[in-house]
């Protein structure tokens, strides 16, 4: 008998190893042996689509304490340790071979020197614990867009949240050719003390994709541990940069213009930007809000949602701005809240969700109490900003029916949008395709927010919202932006979005809910229904058409002074802009292409001659 087997019969019951003997793929069987001799579990359980498998997943997050039921018998609260409470991007590195190297801004490290780091701190790390093994599909179901993963973790918590976040993919492996690619994820949470990892300070995410494995150790916060989300991401756009695809940090979703035609937009914004609200926005409907792929298809890009629910972050949804998600939390679908306060009868409560703030609960920090400080003195907030919902999407009232398609469908338009109070305008769109990838992709610059690890409020390069995630040299992830529509007979529009301008005073100028106009005006200038202002930036809207688009769609009288402040061209601001984007490019990333350099300089004479003509600060009204 060979070593594997030998490994599975010793470590699994009969049950378990008939149901892992279903799936005849050799690489699986390998994979799961090597994790058990080096993880050392206590047991180990295979889990099936059965309803009976998953709900024990759900049951064992209970019972070991991960997660702790809540008066609604559907949901649960999960909290991660005080150190944990969002994504680390200082312990994620790529593991790369001798001799290759990614360029200075993707962390990295000498792959053999990685993979010994990743032995020491998984060695016997579940030795007194269960091991999880699953299966999912990172797309719909046998789709040319489909990615078979294993998961395979010590933590119910991460395997209960894929539940509702992935499709089940057990039977769809056993069915999937023995070359298919798989995606390999391997997750402890490592030493816990009442249910939360300890060893933060040996928190770690290395990506050997090589190997097209993930570890991730000694974290529990989903960002850092759930395989199929980001992790699987950074494998995703090296195979993406090897097919010809893309591999996106995107939402999907269908504006719905006029007779109900409905058109398909994807949407980059860095996390804690709008991306789930945007896609969200009342009277259109939602694919999915993080994740997309995609692929030219018959001379049309077409996109899928690689996820199935929501992992999305909790402060500010009211009943007023987020009915939908409002009424799923509230429902009897199933929902998994984390760093929430749970209150004394059992419900929970978020920052800012439009009730007065509580006096005492339970949240991240354990009892919590109205004034209490953490060790260096800072007051705790009741719940923590990066606080977050699980929901699968098929409790959505507003669930497009094209989730499952594998197919996908026709993307008719991508948006760029950042945090940003003083540059862009709130919406517009490119001049054409590659003037879209370089001056509003590539160029994007965003302010951190909470959900990762860091000071917030702090403007950092941002490009496509995806740098957090890509795995191949920036240069090249660029060249495959261009390149991406070089057989397609019918390219989507660029545009890009600001939801975040500020006035001297420090005032937001626009409403949340006027992006509900920006996505209807959009809509419309994909099929050429209605005009456009050219300006040395991109093409903005004409006043008369945002005044009856936020007439229709939000009651509310648009004046003229408020769109002349919205959309005036501030030309220092757009040039001081340039400058950073081009000195990092210069500076950061020696495969920049050629054509990134001359779309900024294009930009900046077109800037420089208005300048001249019409000041520093333009109103719209001067361009139309
Ligand atoms: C994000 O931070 O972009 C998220 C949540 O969508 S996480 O799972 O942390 O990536
Ligand atoms: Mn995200």
């Known amino acids: 008998m060979n070593e594997t087997m030998e490994t599975l019969e010793q470590a699994l019951t009969e049950a378990n190893l008939s149901k892992l003997q279903a799936i005849p793929n050799r690489k699986v069987h390998e994979f799961i042996a090597n994790a058990i001799r080096l993880c050392k579990p206590m047991k180990v359980f295979v889990c099936n689509d059965s309803k009976m498998d998953t709900e024990y997943i759900r049951r064992t997050a209970i019972a070991r304490g991960e997660e702790t039921p ?3 018998p559907y949901q649960t609260v999960h909290f991660d340790g005080f150190h944990d409470q969002a994504r680390d991007k200082e312990s994620t590195v790529y593991l790369v071979p001798q001799g290759e190297t990614l360029g200075k801004q993707l962390s990295q490290m000498e792959r053999e020197k990685g993979l010994e780091i990743v032995k020491e701190r998984l060695d016997g790390s579940m030795n007194n614990k269960k091991m999880v093994v699953r299966f999912f599909c990172l797309g719909p179901l046998d789709s040319p867009f489909s990615i078979p993963v294993v998961q395979i973790t010590d933590s119910f918590y991460v395997a209960h949240s894929e539940d509702l976040l992935y499709r089940r993919g057990y039977d769809y492996f056993r069915r999937i050719p023995d070359g298919k690619e798989i995606f390999w994820m391997l997750h402890s949470s490592g030493k816990l003390i009442h249910s939360v990892s300890t ?30 989300k980001k992790l699987a991401l950074r494998l995703a756009i090296r195979k993406a940069d090897r097919e010809g695809w893309l591999a996106e940090h995107m939402f999907l979703m269908a504006v719905h213009g006029p007779s109900s035609r409905r058109t398909y937009f994807t949407g980059a914004y860095p996390s804690g930007c709008g991306k789930t609200s945007t896609s969200m926005v009342r009277g259109n409907t939602i694919v999915g809000d993080d994740l997309t792929y995609l692929r030219v298809m018959d001379g049309k890009v077409r996109g899928v949602n690689v996820e199935r629910g929501i992992f999305g972050i909790i402060r500010s949804v009211t009943s007023k701005d987020d009915p939908v998600i409002w009424d799923v939390l509230h429902s009897n679908k199933p929902a998994i809240f984390s760093n929430v306060l749970v209150t004394e009868d059992e419900g929970v409560r978020w920052l800012d969700d439009g009730f007065d703030s509580p006096k005492s609960g339970i949240n991240h920090s354990g009892e919590w109490f109205l004034g209490k400080v953490d060790r260096e003195g800072e007051e705790i907030p009741f719940a923590h900003k990066n606080a977050r919902y699980t929901v699968g999407l098929d409790g959505l009232s507003n669930l497009d029916d094209t989730l499952d398609d594998p197919r996908g469908v026709e993307v008719g338009a991508i948006i760029y949008g950042g945090r940003d109070k003083d540059t862009w305008v709130p919406v517009q769109q490119s001049l054409d395709w590659i003037h879209g990838v370089i001056t509003m992709g590539a160029s994007l610059e965003s302010e951190t927010t909470s959900a990762t690890l860091g000071p917030r409020g702090v403007r950092m390069f941002q490009p496509f919202s995806n740098l957090d995630f890509i795995s191949i040299p920036l240069g090249k992830y660029i060249q495959n932006h261009l390149d991406f529509v070089k057989d397609a007979t019918k390219v989507p529009l660029i545009f890009s979005v600001n939801y975040f301008l500020k006035n001297k005073q420090g005032d937001f100028i626009t409403d949340k809910l006027d992006k509900t106009v920006w996505l209807k005006w959009m809509e419309l200038r994909v099929h050429n229904e209605v005009d456009a202002i050219e300006t040395p930036t991109g093409f903005i809207p004409v006043y008369d058409d945002l005044k009856e688009l936020f007439q229709c769609h939000l009651d509310k009288e648009y004046s003229r002074e408020d769109y002349v402040l919205q959309f005036e061209t501030r030309v220092p601001e757009l040039l001081d802009k340039i400058n950073r984007i081009e000195k990092i490019y210069k500076d950061t990333v020696s495969d920049a292409p050629k054509a990134l350099f001359d779309v900024l300089e294009e930009q900046r004479s077109r800037l420089l001659d208005a300048q001249m003509r019409l000041g520093d600060c333009i109103s719209p009204l001067k361009f139309a």
Do not use: C, F, H, P
């Open 70 to 72: 809540l008066a609604n």
């Open 199 to 228: 060893d933060w300070k040996k928190r770690g995410v290395m990506i050997d994709y090589q190997e097209n494995i993930v570890y991730s150790m000694n974290t529990q916060y989903a960002g850092n541990t759930i395989g199929l």
